[in-house]
T-cell receptor, first 113, second 112 residues
């Protein structure tokens, strides 16, 4: 099993550009999450999904949109990137079958100039 | 007050020593607790869950004090490979929604 994978691993954007981060998991997990991690701030939840076709806002949702059209994929979109969105983005998935342990992807390092 | 607070460190500890971290949480409705480990520029990984009665996994011992709202992690006979950032994580279930709150982490460096 690959676990949780994220693409791309690195990306540099200019202010105002858009992009989509892709998260995929092969563990048949119901729940999926997008976090951002900034120095001194810890991991903060952006959006999450409790199942295919459903999404919900987390702690810091502004400037981001998500979609979960398939159970194994969770997409994070930035419609108009801003320098404040420079961060490391982690995707995670979990299931009650695994004791709700969150399994994380390797992260995407995004820089917005 | 932050929901989950940790001493950021760094803790620089000689190999073989014992080191302990505490983490405090503010929400008394918190139901489950975890320690995650994060290596430099890598993703967080679950180290251990924290149970009410305390639990041990090899050299690692986790304790929960609900009355004082803190959890602790003790590492005995520390190894160079224990160098990492340790994240305290607190979970609150609210009307079917799970809210996982991460601390900012405590950085540990084991010195040869």
């Amino acid at each position: 099993n690959a676990g949780v994978t994220q693409t791309p691993k690195f990306r540099v954007l200019k202010t105002g550009q858009s992009m989509t981060l892709l998260c995929a998991q092969d563990m048949n997990h119901e729940y999926m999450y997008w976090y951002r991690q900034d120095p001194g701030m810890g991991l903060r939840l952006i959006h999450y999904s409790v199942g295919e076709g459903t999404t919900a806002k987390g702690e810091v949702p502004d400037g981001y949109n998500v979609s979960r059209l398939k159970k194994q994929n969770f997409l994070l979109g930035l419609e108009s990137a801003a320098p404040s969105q420079t961060s490391v983005y982690f995707c995670a998935s979990s299931s009650w079958r695994d004791g709700n342990e969150q399994f994380f992807g390797p992260g995407t390092r995004l820089t917005v100039l | 007050r932050k929901e989950v607070e940790q001493d950021p460190g760094p803790f620089n500890v000689p190999e073989g020593a014992t080191v302990a971290f505490n983490c405090t949480y503010s929400n008394s409705a918190s139901q489950s607790f975890f320690w995650y480990r994060q290596d430099c520029r890598k993703e967080p990984k679950l180290l251990m869950s924290v149970y009410s009665s305390g639990n041990e996994d090899g050299r690692f011992t986790a304790q929960l004090n609900r009355a004082s709202q803190y959890i602790s992690l003790l590492i005995r006979d520390s190894k160079l490979s224990d160098s990492a950032t340790y994240l305290c994580v607190v979970n609150v279930w609210n009307f079917g929604n799970e809210k996982l709150t991460f601390g900012t982490g405590t950085r540990l460096t084991i010195i040869p």
